[in-house]
């Protein structure tokens, strides 16, 4: 390295350090400093954002009622919270799936899936407290800035399009490039806020243990892994000892207080709600995929996950390497097939590679072989067909590495 090589390098590493010590802010949790690249309006921005993908993609609960509850139980328990001052927006998402999952800028949602195996309204409190602590310790945004800051991929694929959507762990991390995984300090992080601010509102702190002990049965009875939920490190086991260690020693500061655990009246809301999967909204059998409403059905390899909502189904094969991906077009294309299939082929990232007019099952179709540019440089592969079936224009596309697709 010659002596102006090594004076520019010597001024972008100070241009770093600057832009290091410029972007560390004081995390509202803990009081300690922290390196974000995101600023707080900016947090609220992708909240406020996301919200509307998040709805179209899984859709909110038609219950009134339930949704007055967790959202008044949740704007309660947020304003107790280190940042109170967050519009916070709390909705239940009609989907069987277990989950539970927070967005940047006060976003919480909850899946009817998850309710379902909830038995008490603390309970609820200690995973609303749960998620309440990844926003109030800033641990999505922390994981953004991280990767922007060493230019780490954030997921296979940009949200080009519903079609080329985000595959990789779809099922448990909802949609988008926001829900990333967290680590092992941040869950604990937000385990011990979640029995904090449950605490602060008069709930059994010990529920929340009790929470994660009926997955593990569940797990040790089934054979089956656990929900994605609660199988994120630490272990299961860890965190009912943890979680049940720190409630103990929140009853012992305060012996007598009378705390609310609340079975009978929560498990009357919950009365009526739909259980697994609305075979309305399509079903699997076998490995067929049906749909009885929209009146369509497709085969998929054996083994392969599935994944329904609203706007998609997705099935992925178990190494996540390959997908199926069915999607309607969006509302205000009105095009015909061969003309969305050019449409897409002109989106940033999409390379239109060969394409054929085709009819499938007496309907007009257009099959079309894309390149799509993913996170890191990686390719994908993508085979299209866009199918007009009665009102709906369909996308099904079969997704994988370009350097797999042949496979």
Request: net charge neutral; with cysteine.
């Given at each position: ?49 996301t ?25 309660r ?97 909802g ?25 602060q ?14 997955f593990?049965?569940?797990?040790e ?56 999967e ?16 929209l009146?369509f059905?497709f ?16 099935v ?92």
């Open positions: 390295m010659n002596y102006s090589q090594l004076r520019f390098a010597n001024l972008l590493l100070l241009s770093s350090l600057a832009l290091f010590v410029t972007t560390c802010a004081r995390n509202p949790v803990t009081g300690s400093r922290q390196v974000v690249l995101i600023s707080e309006a900016q947090e609220i921005g992708m909240g406020g954002d919200h509307p993908m998040v709805l179209a993609q899984f859709g909110r609960l038609d219950h009134p009622e339930l949704q007055q509850f967790f959202g008044d139980l949740g704007q328990m947020a304003r107790d919270s280190h940042r109170p001052d967050l519009p916070w927006t709390f909705t239940i998402v009609d989907d069987p799936i277990v989950n539970a999952f927070a967005v940047p800028g006060g976003y919480i949602y909850f899946t009817r899936g998850i309710l379902a195996y909830m038995n008490t309204e603390a309970e609820l409190a200690g995973v609303l407290g749960h998620e309440i602590g990844h926003v109030t310790a800033r641990h999505s945004v922390s994981q953004i800035s991280r990767a922007q800051l060493f230019g780490i991929g954030l997921g296979v694929g940009s949200i080009l399009s519903p079609t080329f959507g985000q595959l990789s762990e779809l099922a448990q991390t949609v988008g490039l926001l829900f990333l995984k967290y680590s092992r300090s941040d869950e604990q992080q937000a385990d011990e806020l979640g029995i904090e601010y449950m605490h509102q008069g709930y059994d702190p010990r529920q929340l243990s009790e929470f994660f002990a009926v593990q049965r569940l797990g009875e089934s054979g089956r892994t656990l929900p994605g939920w609660l199988s994120s490190h630490p272990s299961p086991p860890d965190r009912i000892r943890d979680t049940r260690a720190l409630a103990e020693e929140y009853l012992s500061r305060n012996p007598g207080r009378q705390l609310n655990v609340g079975r009978e009246s929560f498990l009357r809301k919950l009365d009526g709600i739909m259980f697994g609305n075979p309305r909204e399509g079903f699997v059998d076998g490995n067929r995929f049906l749909h009885p409403d009146r059905q085969g998929f390899p054996s083994n392969w996950r599935v994944q329904n909502s609203k706007r998609s189904v997705i992925m094969q178990p190494n996540g390497t390959a997908a199926l991906q069915l999607t309607l077009a969006p509302e205000d294309a009105g095009l015909s097939p061969d003309a969305r299939a050019q449409q897409l082929g002109q989106q940033q990232g999409v390379r239109l590679l060969d394409g054929r007019r085709a009819t499938l099952h007496g309907n007009p179709a257009y099959l079309a072989l894309y390149e799509v540019q993913a996170a890191q440089g990686q390719a994908l592969r993508a085979l299209v067909g866009f199918i007009r079936h009665r009102n709906h224009l369909y996308e099904f596309a079969g997704l994988s590495p370009a350097q797999a697709y042949r496979q």
